[in-house]
């Protein structure tokens, strides 16, 4: 079995600073990881996945996520928050022998002040 | 590549009406389809799985009379809300698999459906 928990229901930042959305995972195989970004009423886009290989993940408009298999986690980091990336975030976790489906998180909502 | 195309993208219907939703793999072939709900301020819970040419497989505590779910071919999915009751109003989401990619299923924008 999959589970995915996302510690931090809501977190807010102030612009220009450091974004950590914290993700820890369970999963008896080998786990496949994501991060999604939803906005309001629209579906959802991948900002990174890990599968196998490099640990650390570089993904779209400058976040990245590092793999610790010690630690179970798969946080997302971005140097520095821009307004528009208050949104919802999911991490979410699969697996070779899962097709496609995901396992998702309960979310977090991250704000950004000016 | 690998766009989902889900339509309609908000549905507002009477109870106890039907309303189908269309998920398409505009630029691959799907072999399987996956049906998610996500309440307000929620995380999404997958309803069912669904293979092209077969019977979906729905997740536990879903009603498949209620959820009727067609995969007739290798680009298309629907799912249609028998009866619909306002308690049925969520977002629902698809996401497609293409062949031969085991990593990643690709999502739909999604679809509003409010029944009033």
């Known amino acids: 079995a999959q589970s995915v928990t996302q510690l931090g229901s809501h977190v807010s930042v102030s612009e220009g600073a450091l974004v950590l959305l914290r993700c820890n995972y369970s999963s008896s195989v ?3 990881l994501f991060w999604y970004v939803q906005y309001p009423n629209q579906g959802l886009q991948l900002l990174l996945k890990y599968t ?3 640990t650390l993940v570089k993904g779209i408009n400058g976040f990245e996520a590092e793999f610790k298999k010690s630690e179970t986690s798969f946080h997302l980091t971005k140097p520095s928050a821009h307004m528009s990336d208050a949104a919802e975030y999911f991490c979410a ?3 070779y022998n899962q097709g496609g489906k995901l396992i998702f998180g309960q979310g ?3 704000s950004v002040k000016p | 590549g690998a766009v989902v195309s889900q339509h309609p993208s908000r549905v507002i219907c009477k109870s106890g009406t039907s309303v189908k939703i269309e998920c398409r793999s505009l630029d691959f072939q799907a072999t399987t389809m996956f049906w998610y709900r996500q309440f307000p301020k929620q995380s999404l819970m997958l309803m069912a799985t669904s293979n092209e040419g077969s019977k ?3 997740e536990q ?3 498949k009379d209620k959820f009727l779910i067609n995969h007739a071919s290798l680009t298309l999915s629907t799912l249609t809300v028998t009866s619909a009751h306002p308690e049925d109003s969520s977002f629902y989401i698809c996401s497609a698999r293409a062949i031969r990619e085991n990593t990643e ?7 509003r459906l409010t029944v009033v």
């Open chain 1, 30 to 32: 080998p786990p496949y």
């Open chain 1, 52 to 54: 196998t290989g490099a």
């Open chain 1, 93 to 95: 976790v699969s697996s």
């Open chain 1, 108 to 110: 977090t909502e991250l």
């Open chain 2, 56 to 58: 979906a497989t729905y």
């Open chain 2, 61 to 63: 505590g879903v009603e």
């Open chain 2, 105 to 111: 299923a690709f999502f739909g924008q999604g679809t």
